[in-house]
């Protein structure tokens, strides 16, 4: 929403390009990264007051 | 701003998605692919993304800009006849009250939340209440006359004598005793164990590996362990006991006998019963059934019989396994 | 600075806190001379002391392990008789008595406790401020709050005072028996607030002396602050044991006999999490309460400068409320989880049993907390000028929270009439029976709370152009990270409904982390994109719509109220017990209230408390209309800025 001159300078497809990249980064770390490697060691925490 | 053909996509795709509602209602009504939960989720989200659509053709396409004050009663009365109509079954007048609540306090908000918006919301208002015109003057009569009429009404209406039965804040789920004595022998509520939980090697089965056996038939020649134990605690379920009489063929409390009882008896399916309890609470509900309800299970409202009188601790423990595996839920534990 | 003859009064001073901490450690000494007597009289007796009597072995209550057993060394807890054993006034509540007088005490208790937290911040920032005209703005701040809280101070002594007596008086026999277990925590808990006082002073009557920007002197007048909130914290952790062993004793036997090791009784199975989950409570709390003064000033000031200070102050004061409000669900449901592991007849009650109904109104007042912060972010880009391309925004955040909080708030345990029962056809609603459950709860708030980030975020923007050349990269990246992070929620809350409850509860931990992900991610990024940005005009202090202000106090007044309804629930959980499962209580208010009944008591509580807190702030404006005349001495440069 700002600097719309710079905005127009940059191409499409170099656009389309980051946003994909940056969506494929973001799906990694949310879906892959939390939800799946860091829940295996938090899973097997051991509880004190057994 | 938008072009003609960028617009025509935007409408095609919004009515896709009021379409979608629609078709999954066929699909439910014919194949049962989705349950009546689902199904009316889907058709609130329709309804909300309808609304948007209807609100963004009134104001961009057909050019009419609803005036703040009247757009507060719109929402309103459409949040209202989407809990009080569309939503069903009916839900009780509490929740109605407290969603009702919520939405009044979101629309004020909404009123509000610029200057202005908050002129134009509070204008006419300020103007009813001020300006020395005909109209004005003739609202503020009204207003006037109105207001204690209202408050005379809610004022009969509550001295009206009701003849309804009274509103029972019932404890579904009363905190269980730490151990009970079931055919003579202590069970401690926290850390029992369901001795028919058990994998092929013969070993207690931790809570969610069991799902590998979810939709197993066992019923076949060669059955692992565990399904064995689920038949027999289904042979406990729709014979020895009968369970089924009042919980129903799915578990989902709408046996033949179900709507006798005042409350109806639990509905397993649902996620708010069996799979938030541990297994030894469910073995203590059916042990003791509604005699041994604690004090806080006032109106003590079970005509659940108190089951150890019937049946054996074996039988309890295998058609708790029996439950689960039929609904496909994991008992609740802690580690 | 200071002169030679204060330098003396100093040297007294520091003598005189340092012969108070000897004096704290008396009880200890006292202690170990008990425990060798005790050990001295062992040996003298061959015989073995008969079981549960003074000197034999008994068997721990809740450790395991080798802390199982320990020496008996009190007497077992007395059976409680009425009226024998309690106090009362005639037929009245005596519990209602103490539960009025123990709450007002914690209110003010929490309020100088957090007030320091806040002030010590606010000097920080003060003293590390490059732009010293910044800085004194800050300083200025942190020293008017300490003013307030200073008044609040004795009021608070004067409730604790009261509270001790209501004990005395209508529980002598219970407080008798906290007492002889408790007793050095309780000597040490009284002889710091002597140390706290000395301390709060030297901090508070230093102020100006030791005011020289930030040189040393003002980085010795923060080191005190630190030493003031360490002694806060202290004593707030010694109250927290004792509701900790009324909740999950420890330390005693079977039947309340003190097995010798102060530590065990302390480290009760809920103590840490209780201990965790007020230090942020307080810490939001003080926000809270810092914003309502500072809106109370704003609306009551009638220039345009007053109210552009009150106006900072306000947004301050509620930005370190949020960041403290933010991760306290968290906490909650840690402890929470605490609960169920210690007792699942605890969790049950609280949760979906006797008490459900409490929680949905703490779930009211929490939802009600999230739409004020937005609401008054909102109202704050009011004042903004360039915030009006964000307004459209605006109404979908809002929709976005009431979806949130109709989830939020929907209950597990209906209240319906028999009728509605049936036509309902069970006690679970097939559609709104989904939203009853813990799975919808954590994805509720915590797309709240992601939420009101990204509205702080608009916020951060409002009058900025951004100028960076990545600008379009890091937009991009954010709408990404925010939209992610909803889908990841909602994904978990939907899934959470098909596995085992043990994994459920795991799940919060990547919903919770997605949410803090946004916050310091999302927050870091859009900070650097602002690096260097063009100002459309600076902000408009003062401003801000009144509707603002307002927001304000509801944010403060939903605060208390949740502490009150919270601290209700807390204390109610135990029933029928003084001390969980060791201590019956046996008057006959030992049954739960109505919650129509609690519901009035609290907002009893609420009330007065913010009586006699309109009376603290007006005080403190009384103190305030003297100023004038001091600036302008100050501004003669002929009085020293160590006026006091």
């Known amino acids: 929403m700002s600097e719309k001159g710079q905005d127009e300078q940059i191409g499409m497809g170099a656009k389309i390009g980051f946003f994909i990249m940056a969506a494929v980064g973001c799906a990694f770390y949310y879906l892959i990264f939390l939800n799946w490697v860091l829940m295996v060691p938090i899973q097997n925490l051991p509880y004190p007051y057994k | 701003m938008f072009n003609i053909r960028k617009k025509t996509m935007l409408t095609q795709v919004l009515f896709l998605l009021l379409a979608l509602p629609v078709v999954s209602w066929a699909g439910g009504g014919a194949t049962g692919f989705i349950d009546a939960g689902t199904f009316a989720l889907v058709i609130e989200v329709g309804l909300v993304l309808g609304a948007i659509f209807l609100g963004w053709i009134v104001k961009h396409k057909m050019g009419i800009t609803i005036p703040k004050l009247l757009q507060a009663p719109i929402l309103y009365i459409l949040a209202y006849i989407n809990f009080r109509v569309i939503l069903q079954p009916p839900i009780p007048f509490s929740l109605l009250a407290m969603y009702m609540g919520v939405c009044t306090l979101v629309i004020l908000c909404y009123c509000t939340i610029t200057t202005e918006s908050w002129e134009a919301f509070s204008g006419p208002i300020a103007s009813m209440l001020r300006d020395d015109h005909t109209k004005a003057k003739m609202s503020r009569y009204a207003t006037f006359l109105i207001l204690p009429g209202l408050i005379a009404a809610q004022t009969y209406n509550t001295m009206l004598p009701k003849f309804g039965e009274p509103i029972e804040l019932r404890t579904v789920h009363p905190a269980p005793p730490a151990s009970i004595n079931v055919h003579k022998k202590l069970v401690t509520l926290q850390t029992a164990e369901n001795p028919f939980r058990v994998g092929d090697d013969g070993e207690y089965l931790k809570v969610g590996d069991e799902s590998k056996y979810f939709g197993g038939n066992s019923w076949t020649g060669d059955v692992p362990r565990f399904l064995q134990e689920v038949r027999e605690g289904g042979v406990v379920f729709f014979g020895t006991a009968g369970c089924f009489f009042c919980h129903g063929d799915n578990l989902d409390g709408r046996g033949p006998f179900s709507f006798a009882f005042n409350p109806i008896p639990a509905n397993f399916a649902d996620p708010g019963t069996i799979a938030q309890l541990q297994e030894t609470f469910v073995f203590w509900r059916v042990a003791k059934g509604g005699p041994d309800l604690s004090r806080e299970a006032f109106p003590w409202a079970s005509a659940m019989p108190p089951w150890e009188k019937h049946l054996t601790t074996n039988e309890i423990w295998k058609v708790i396994v029996f439950e689960y595996w039929h609904t496909g839920f994991f008992p609740r534990t802690w580690g | 600075m200071f002169s030679v003859n204060n330098k003396k009064k100093k040297i007294g001073a520091l003598i005189l806190l340092s012969m108070i901490g000897m004096l704290l450690l008396l009880p200890f000494a006292q202690m170990d001379v008990s425990a060798q007597g005790k050990e001295e009289a062992a040996a003298e007796e061959s015989a073995e002391p008969a079981e549960g009597e003074i000197g034999s072995k008994g068997k721990d209550k809740q450790y395991g392990g080798v802390n199982e057993f320990g020496i008996v060394s009190g007497p077992p807890a007395p059976e409680m008789v009425y009226p024998d054993s309690y106090g009362s006034y005639g037929d009245y509540q005596s519990r209602t008595l103490l539960w009025v007088s123990n709450q007002q005490h914690l209110y003010f208790g929490s309020f100088v406790l957090a007030v320091p937290m806040f002030v010590f911040v606010m000097e920080l920032i003060g003293a590390t401020q490059k732009d010293r005209k910044v800085g004194k703005k800050f300083d200025d701040l942190a020293h008017e709050m300490m003013k307030i809280s200073l008044t609040a101070y004795s009021v608070t002594a004067i409730l604790g005072g009261i509270l001790i007596f209501t004990f005395l008086a209508l529980y002598p026999g219970f407080f008798g028996y906290l007492a002889s277990i408790f007793k050095p925590v309780m000597h040490i808990y ?27 002197w003002k980085w010795t007048h923060l080191g005190i602050s630190c030493i003031l909130n360490a002694i806060g914290i202290v004593l707030m952790v010694m109250a927290n044991t004792w509701i900790g062993f009324m909740m999950s004793p420890a330390g005693v036997d079977e039947s309340g006999r003190f097995l010798g090791d102060i530590w065990k009784v302390i480290h009760t199975p809920l103590m840490v999490p209780i201990v965790i989950h007020r230090i942020l409570g307080n810490a939001a709390f003080g926000g809270g309460v810092v914003g309502a003064y500072a809106a109370f000033r704003f609306l009551s000031s009638k220039t345009l400068e007053e109210k552009a200070h009150y106006d900072w102050m306000s947004y301050i004061a509620m930005f370190m409320g949020i960041l403290n409000l933010i991760p ?61 391309r964000y307004y459209p925004a605006f109404k979908f955040l809002l929709a976005i929270l009431v979806i949130s909080t109709i989830s939020w708030l929907t209950p597990h345990t209906l209240v319906m009439t028999p009728a509605e029962l049936k036509a309902m056809g069970g006690q679970q609603h097939p559609v709104v029976g989904n939203y009853g459950v813990m799975s919808a709860k954590n994805t509720a708030i915590n797309t709240m709370i992601t939420t009101t980030v990204l509205t702080f975020c608009l916020y951060q923007r409002a009058n900025r152009i951004i100028t960076v050349p990545w600008a379009w990269k890091g937009n991009c990246f954010l709408i990404l990270l925010f939209a992610m992070a909803w889908v990841n929620i909602l994904f ?55 509707r603002g202000a307002y927001a304000l106090f509801l944010l403060a007044v939903a605060f208390t109220w949740t502490m009150a309804v919270m601290g209700y629930l807390r204390s109610s959980v135990r029933l029928h017990w003084h001390v969980n499962e060791i201590m019956r209580d046996n008057s006959p208010w030992a049954f739960t209230n109505p919650l129509g009944y609690a519901g009035n008591i609290n907002s009893m509580n609420v009330l007065l408390f913010w009586t006699m807190l309109l009376f603290v702030f007006w005080l403190s404006s009384l103190a305030a209309k003297k100023a004038p005349s001091k600036v302008t001495a100050d501004a003669g440069e002929a009085v020293p800025a160590a006026s006091h």
Do not use: H
């Open chain 3, 190 to 216: 009284a002889l710091l607030f002597i140390l706290e006082s000395g301390v709060l002073y030297v901090y508070y009557y230093g102020w100006d002396a030791m005011n020289d920007g930030n040189g040393n």
């Open chain 3, 492 to 546: 978990l809350g939907i899934y959470g409904y098909f596995i085992p409850a043990n994994v459920r509860i795991g799940l919060s931990v990547p919903q919770v982390v997605s949410t803090l992900t946004t916050l310091f991610v999302g927050v870091a990024v859009n900070t650097k994109m602002l690096k260097g940005s063009k100002e459309v005009a600076p902000i408009r202090w003062g401003q801000m719509s009144v």
């Open chain 3, 328 to 388: 306290l669900p968290f906490a909650g449901y840690w402890l929470m989880r605490e609960i169920y592991a210690y007792r699942q007849q605890m969790g049950i009650t609280l949760m979906g049993g006797l008490l459900a109904w409490v929680f949905i109104m703490q779930a009211t007042m929490i939802a009600t907390l999230f739409i004020t912060v937005n609401y008054y972010l909102f109202q704050a880009m009011g004042r903004m000028p360039g915030a009006e």
